[in-house]
């Protein structure tokens, strides 16, 4: 256990950036989700509605650091290619 008050303090930190990390990842999968669901029933225009949202999301994860910027780019670009090959142009 961390005995220097430094070290008491990166516990601290590390538990309030883990919290906020796992919300915010969580959130983007919800909103991803919501894209494949609409994807998966076949429905174009539910999955164009979402999928704005769902790359706001991303973009956002990125900036504050929870997900890589190239990691960020390839769920957009899955994402978009799947809602263009079910007939959205987006």
Do not use: C, F, W
């Amino acid at each position: 256990m961390a005995n220097h008050a430094s070290a008491k303090k990166r516990i601290r930190q590390t538990i309030k950036r883990t919290a906020r990390n796992k919300h915010i990842r969580s959130t983007v999968r919800g909103y991803v989700k919501k894209v494949r669901l609409a994807l998966q029933s076949g429905d174009v225009e539910a999955a164009k509605a979402a999928l704005p949202e769902a790359v706001r999301r991303i973009d956002m994860a990125v900036s504050k650091g929870v997900y890589h910027r190239k990691t960020g780019s390839r769920y957009i670009s899955r994402l978009m290619h799947q809602v263009a090959q079910l007939g959205g142009s987006n």
